[in-house]
């Protein structure tokens, strides 16, 4: 068996003046019944949450990773958590890990409506989970393989319709969920989502990076997308070693002209894109090898 | 403290050939630790769902509600369920409730991952709720101000892009809570979503009847939306009553001009519109209390 642990959280209101948390989080077994059946996040998928990879012992990112939690409570109107106690509670559990890595994750949903739909809510319910990655090394070495899919929403729906919370990293993954299968049913690895006007703009659990000559490119997050913690952590490393990085609207075609491509995430890292839509892209083994390298190092 | 029930179910496969599930489902406290915090209802909204008005014992339009679980089930690559079990588990819910309204909730997710991401599913998960449903009076007779939202979607998404799961119930209600939240923002009771291209889709948790003329007409069912089960009983009235019932591509603008409109859903069942956008709609009051009357009464 393979290790793997579970806290649940009270959480705290943000303003909370403590510097002790111990004792607002307790180990749960995380196979037996710890969620009532009346908790939002498995009625309504209402909830936020963050994957935060752990490597020999430590968080990686904790603060982005934070940072977009509250900015996820915003957008859902979800009470924003008490940072520092969350840090606690991370670097409690990453340290657990024995070496290796491990992935944490942190949930919050709204609660618990205990008279169903119109009752009031008790909330929020906070818990975290941990456990060994799946091993990504034929991802980072060999590449993957995806398609592009359709997300349905064109450039202009984000801002247009902030309740679609599409800057949110909410529970409600069914459709990233369906994306995967449908990538998968078409012989690929995983899917890059693209608006209904062609632009690139995430992958259902990554970031896209492509290059273009010398220059390193994400699409712009500017709600439609996620900021990528990894994304920011490869665009320090590359603007360190030479290389210029930039947010722009990237059309499809870009990224099927592009002269190397990756899918960046928490628990995968970079893996190099191989194919796009059936259609060859250059990988740069040594580029990739030596990003994974540095990615796999401590980092706040 | 109100009445109030929870099942869990060991769902059985579709061609199971038993009649007796007694044993299949057991009762739990519905606010004790029933789910594993690695369920993918509460990590992933990751599952599908029904709620069935309960009516004095008797559970209304079981069957079409199992059709459209069954429906959901095939869109989102779930084990079909056992439809015989599941009816019997919903009217054992239902001969347990007390004379009223009552709502039962019928919930599978794709199961537990035990060892997170990437790692292997064992499932499904299945449970059902039941409680006293929220005093709808008021919306009924007086009516609910709406107003549109915009879905992001344009109305070929569903068609061109079936992993954006339009036309099943999945768990993943986290942006149709957020157009509820947006709507109470702006003054109203509800919210009926739009299509980017200015099309009427569905309410968030209820489907649109508009009334033109002698005629009473929703929008088509063409994989955007869900099929109105509380719908569907309505418009069987309607034709009973001598009214022409159809299924049309209604622009925002029949909306804003129509003779009359309601939200129907299965606990609140038909509330009439009074104001779209802030503007007046004609409300009867006498065919929507027949209407009500009519939907009260036990129908499956």
Same mark, same amino acid.
């Given at each position: 068996?393979?290790?793997?642990?579970?806290?649940?959280?009270?959480?705290?209101?943000?303003?909370?003046?403590?510097?002790?948390?111990?004792?607002?989080?307790?180990?749960?077994? @995380?196979?037996?019944?710890?969620? +009532?059946?009346?908790?939002?996040? !498995?009625?309504?998928?209402?909830?936020?949450?963050?994957? /935060?990879?752990?490597?020999?012992?430590?968080?990686?990112?904790?603060?982005?990773?934070?940072?977009?939690?509250?900015? !996820?409570?915003?957008?859902?109107?979800?009470?924003?958590?008490?940072?520092?106690?969350?840090?606690?509670?991370?670097?409690?559990?990453?340290?657990?890990?024995?070496?290796?890595?491990?992935?944490? *994750?942190? %949930?919050? +949903?709204?609660?618990?409506?205990?008279?169903?739909?119109?009752?009031?809510?008790?909330?929020?319910?906070?818990?975290?989970?941990?456990?060994?990655?799946?091993?990504?090394?034929?991802?980072?070495?060999?590449?993957? *393989?995806?398609?592009?899919?359709?997300?349905?929403?064109?450039?202009?729906?984000?801002? *247009?319709?902030?309740?679609?919370?599409?800057?949110? =990293?909410?529970? !409600?993954?069914?459709?990233?969920?369906?994306?995967?299968?449908?990538? =998968?049913?078409?012989?690929?690895?995983?899917?890059?989502?693209?608006?209904?006007?062609?632009?690139?703009?995430?992958?259902?659990?990554?970031?896209? /990076?492509?290059?273009?000559?010398?220059?390193?490119?994400?699409?712009?997050?500017?709600?439609?997308?996620?900021?990528?913690?990894?994304?920011?952590?490869?665009?320090?490393? %590359?603007?360190?070693?030479?290389? @210029?990085?930039?947010?722009?609207?990237?059309?499809?075609?870009?990224?099927?002209?592009?002269?190397?491509?990756?899918?960046?995430?928490?628990?995968?890292?970079?893996?190099?894109?191989?194919?796009?839509?059936?259609?060859?892209?250059?990988?740069?083994?040594?580029?990739?090898?030596?990003?994974?390298?540095?990615?796999?190092?401590?980092?706040?």
């Amino acid at each position: 068996m393979t290790f793997r642990l579970a806290y649940l959280i009270d959480t705290l209101p943000a303003e909370d003046p403590r510097t002790d948390f111990a004792g607002t989080f307790a180990p749960i077994d @995380p196979d037996a019944p710890a969620l +009532s059946v009346s908790d939002l996040s !498995s009625n309504r998928g209402d909830g936020i949450f963050e994957s /935060i990879a752990v490597v020999d012992g430590h968080p990686q990112e904790t603060g982005p990773h934070l940072d977009r939690l509250a900015h !996820s409570a915003r957008l859902t109107d979800l009470p924003v958590p008490n940072l520092a106690q969350l840090r606690a509670v991370v670097e409690h559990a990453a340290a657990q890990c024995p070496p290796g890595e491990y992935t944490v *994750r942190l %949930l919050m +949903s709204r609660g618990v409506q205990h008279g169903g739909p119109g009752q009031g809510i008790h909330g929020p319910t906070a818990w975290l989970t941990a456990a060994q990655a799946p091993d990504s090394t034929a991802a980072r070495e060999r590449g993957i *393989r995806v398609v592009t899919l359709d997300r349905g929403y064109d450039s202009g729906a984000a801002a *247009r319709a902030p309740w679609l919370l599409l800057g949110a =990293k909410t529970l !409600s993954y069914a459709v990233n969920m369906a994306a995967l299968r449908e990538a =998968k049913r078409r012989g690929a690895d995983d899917a890059v989502f693209v608006t209904s006007d062609g632009y690139v703009l995430e992958a259902p659990t990554a970031t896209v /990076i492509i290059r273009r000559g010398d220059a390193f490119l994400t699409p712009e997050p500017t709600g439609g997308i996620l900021q990528g913690t990894t994304q920011l952590s490869a665009f320090d490393w %590359l603007e360190e070693n030479g290389h @210029p990085t930039g947010y722009e609207h990237v059309p499809v075609a870009a990224l099927h002209d592009a002269d190397a491509a990756w899918l960046v995430s928490s628990t995968r890292l970079a893996a190099p894109i191989t194919h796009v839509d059936g259609r060859e892209l250059p990988v740069d083994r040594d580029l990739t090898a030596a990003l994974n390298a540095y990615l796999l190092g401590p980092r706040d």
